[in-house]
């Protein structure tokens, strides 16, 4: 870069070492983009399967062995994508539809149900790269609503589809379609019927095609108001430094009229972008919808440049408390910060960085 020779002296000097300046944090720049691009970055991901009142007290062992083998399992197929050098975006997209095969988590089999008797599925996916979004709401047909919103992010010009034509999308894309039977879950069920009788509603007949009623009640993996938010979600970074967030759910127990959360809300409970991190969160969708509260995350980091940590915790333990909007949420930057943070009295949880073992969590008082 040439100087401007016509200025005297010292002001010819500062204009010129300015311009130093900037060459070398530009070539600084692209160094650091063309090391990434050669896969610079250790791989992480983070994983939850929802947030509540979920104490030692109230679960069995054997259910604890269950939800922790569930999302280690979930951890371990994002770990291998990301090891063999795959994308967040596959990472996240393999780990959900495992989750959603789980019938111990709200999402897929083992989704809550509807007050009317369905099972009504949301789910959304974003890239961190491209920042291109997927999301669907309402899905009853689709085995994996991840892989849906997936498809709706890569083949459609749209963002979001709902109801029966995001499954009509579904089935024209060739994604695996189920009956809705596939979705029940005797557990479940039985919470859906607790549920209305408490409230004093309707319990809806059994949906057809399922086994019928058993004669003794089923065991329940949690007392009734135990788990109540049970979405699943993950956060990736891979190699070449780009982020993603996945989300799915079944939404909340006895939900009407349609009713859709944050899971599949751009920005509420799903978000990512290489500019700042990415975002899952879980709890009462209708906090994190109206507090935005995956995209603040990514806001404070991107503008105020907080630590991630920093960042969760204002939203999730300030904003949304001071709202009595129950959750959590998981979060990941593409300098590898991992963070949770949950108002609940827990979370199930995983994270992983590459070369480092898996640490779970359920509870509060775990690290
Ligand atoms: N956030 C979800 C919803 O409101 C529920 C959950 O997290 O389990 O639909």
Same mark, same amino acid.
């Given at each position: 870069?040439?100087?401007?020779?016509?200025?005297?002296?010292?002001?010819?000097?500062?204009?010129?070492?300015?311009?130093?300046?900037?060459?070398?944090?530009?070539?600084?720049?692209?160094?650091?983009?063309?090391?990434?691009?050669?896969?610079?970055?250790?791989?992480?991901?983070?994983?939850?399967?929802?947030?509540?009142?979920?104490?030692?007290?109230?679960?069995?062992?054997?259910?604890?062995?269950?939800?922790?083998?569930?999302?280690?399992?979930?951890?371990?197929?994002?770990?291998?994508?990301?090891?063999?050098?795959?994308?967040?975006?596959?990472?996240?997209?393999?780990?959900?539809?495992?989750?959603?095969?789980?019938?111990?988590?709200?999402?897929?089999?083992?989704?809550?149900?509807?007050?009317?008797?369905?099972?009504?599925?949301?789910?959304?996916?974003?890239?961190?790269?491209?920042?291109?979004?997927?999301?669907?709401?309402?899905?009853?047909?689709?085995?994996?609503?991840?892989?849906?919103?997936?498809?709706?992010?890569?083949?459609?010009?749209?963002?979001?589809?709902?109801?029966?034509?995001?499954?009509?999308?579904?089935?024209?894309?060739?994604?695996?379609?189920?009956?809705?039977?596939?979705?029940?879950?005797?557990?479940?069920?039985?919470?859906?019927?607790?549920?209305?009788?408490?409230?004093?509603?309707?319990?809806?007949?059994?949906?057809?095609?399922?086994?019928?009623?058993?004669?003794?009640?089923?065991?329940?993996?949690?007392?009734?108001?135990?788990?109540?938010? #049970?979405?699943? *979600? &993950?956060? +990736? $970074?891979?190699?070449? =430094?780009?982020? /993603?967030?996945?989300?799915? @759910?079944? %939404?909340?127990?006895?939900?009407?009229?349609?009713?859709?959360?944050?899971?599949?809300?751009?920005?509420?409970?799903?978000?990512?972008?290489?500019?700042?991190?990415?975002?899952?969160?879980?709890?009462?969708?209708?906090?994190?919808?109206?507090?935005?509260?995956?995209?603040?995350?990514?806001?404070?980091?991107?503008?105020?440049?907080?630590?991630?940590?920093?960042?969760?915790?204002?939203?999730?333990?300030?904003?949304?408390?001071?709202?009595? #909007?129950?959750? *959590? &949420?998981? +979060? $990941?930057?593409?300098? =590898?910060?991992? /963070?949770?943070?949950?108002? @609940?009295? %827990?979370?199930?949880?995983?994270?992983?960085?590459?070369?480092?073992?898996?640490?779970?969590?359920?509870?509060?008082?775990?690290?």
């Amino acid at each position: 870069m040439k100087c401007l020779r016509r200025l005297a002296g010292p002001i010819m000097l500062s204009i010129c070492s300015f311009a130093v300046i900037l060459t070398t944090s530009k070539t600084a720049l692209s160094q650091t983009t063309s090391a990434n691009r050669a896969g610079a970055h250790k791989w992480a991901v983070v994983v939850h399967g929802g947030a509540g009142v979920i104490e030692r007290s109230s679960m069995t062992r054997e259910a604890e062995a269950k939800y922790r083998a569930g999302i280690t399992e979930a951890i371990n197929a994002a770990a291998a994508v990301l090891d063999k050098g795959g994308s967040s975006l596959d990472a996240v997209q393999a780990a959900i539809e495992l989750l959603e095969d789980n019938p111990m988590f709200n999402a897929g089999r083992g989704a809550v149900f509807a007050a009317d008797g369905t099972n009504q599925l949301d789910a959304a996916i974003m890239d961190g790269k491209t920042m291109q979004a997927g999301a669907v709401a309402d899905v009853r047909r689709t085995r994996h609503p991840i892989s849906l919103a997936r498809a709706v992010m890569e083949q459609s010009p749209h963002v979001m589809l709902v109801g029966t034509g995001a499954d009509d999308f579904a089935a024209h894309v060739h994604l695996e379609q189920v009956p809705p039977s596939f979705f029940f879950t005797e557990h479940r069920w039985q919470q859906l019927v607790d549920e209305l009788k408490k409230q004093g509603m309707p319990v809806p007949p059994r949906p057809e095609g399922v086994p019928p009623a058993p004669a003794t009640a089923v065991a329940m993996y949690e007392s009734p108001d135990a788990h109540k938010y #049970g979405t699943v *979600g &993950v956060v +990736a $970074l891979d190699r070449n =430094g780009n982020v /993603a967030a996945g989300t799915s @759910t079944g %939404g909340t127990t006895a939900k009407r009229w349609n009713r859709v959360g944050d899971s599949p809300i751009i920005g509420a409970g799903t978000y990512a972008s290489n500019q700042s991190c990415a975002v899952s969160g879980t709890g009462v969708g209708e906090y994190f919808i109206r507090l935005t509260v995956a995209r603040t995350i990514c806001a404070l980091v991107q503008y105020k440049g907080m630590p991630l940590q920093a960042a969760v915790d204002e939203v999730v333990q300030k904003q949304l408390v001071a709202v009595h #909007g129950d959750g *959590g &949420v998981i +979060a $990941l930057t593409p300098d =590898g910060q991992m /963070a949770w943070s949950f108002n @609940t009295p %827990g979370m199930f949880r995983a994270r992983r960085t590459e070369g480092a073992t898996t640490q779970t969590g359920i509870y509060r008082d775990e690290p």
